[in-house]
């Protein structure tokens, strides 16, 4: 592998880790929506946020628990 692959593929994960921590801030904020404003077109958005980080998983082939499973 020569410097420009390495330097490639760790700059494409400072980028992918930049994306995440900026995702984990919004999801804390709950995508700046409050509880009593919450509307079926939120419940279909996250849903669709779901699908697409599984479809990232599944693409790097990580499983991850559903962390609602037990509940």
Do not use: Y
């Not at 992918?16 to 509307?39: F, N, T, Y």
């Not at 079926?40 to 980080?53: D, E, F, P």
């Not at 990232?56 to 082939?61: G, N, P, W």
């Not at 990580?62 to 509940?71: F, G, M, T, W």
């Amino acid at each position: 592998m020569n410097d420009k692959q390495i330097t490639g593929f760790t700059n494409g994960i400072t980028r992918a880790r930049a994306k995440l921590e900026r995702l984990i801030q919004e999801m804390d904020d709950h995508c700046g929506v409050s509880p009593d404003g919450v509307m079926w077109g939120h419940v279909a958005n996250i849903q669709n946020v779901n699908a697409k980080l599984d479809d990232i998983l599944s693409f790097l082939q990580i499983s991850v628990k559903d962390a609602l499973a037990e509940v």
